[in-house]
Nanobody, 114 residues
C-alpha cells in the first residue's frame, strides 16, 4: 500500500487549501483514511478522518473550517481547509488504518502567513 499526498502550499490568513491523498494497492474491508499534522516541535495530531463507510470525525480545531471527503471507489481522500490561520501551519500527513496497520504518505507542507 502506498499513499500519495498533494495540495500543500503557502496561503494567507483566511485563505483556503485543498489536500488530496490517493491510496494505491489492494485494499478491502473496513479502513480509515485521515489527515494528521505536525507542527515544528509538536507531536503529530489528528486533523480529520473518514471511514470507508463515510463516518467522519474531526479535531476540535478543524470543526467548522475543514471538511474531509472520500471517493471510496478510488480510495482517495480530500481535505478542504477554509478560514486558515497561522496555527494551521504544519506538515500534513495522510494516513490509512487498515488490516491492523497504519500506512503513511509523505508529508505536505502547509504554511499560513499573516
Amino acid at each position: 500500500v502506498q499513499l500519495q499526498a498533494s495540495g500543500g502550499g503557502l496561503v494567507q490568513v483566511g485563505g483556503s487549501l485543498r489536500l488530496s491523498c490517493a491510496a494505491s494497492g489492494y485494499i478491502v474491508g473496513f479502513n480509515v483514511m485521515g489527515w494528521y499534522r505536525q507542527a515544528p516541535g509538536e507531536q503529530r495530531e489528528l486533523v480529520a478522518r473518514i471511514t470507508n463507510g463515510g463516518t467522519t470525525n474531526y479535531a476540535d480545531s478543524a470543526k467548522g473550517r475543514f471538511t474531509i471527503s472520500r471517493d471510496g471507489a478510488k480510495n482517495t481522500v480530500h481535505l478542504q481547509m477554509n478560514s486558515l490561520v497561522p496555527e494551521d501551519t504544519a506538515v500534513y500527513y495522510c494516513g490509512l488504518d487498515w488490516s491492523r496497520r497504519t500506512f503513511w504518505g509523505q508529508g505536505t507542507l502547509v504554511t499560513v502567513s499573516s
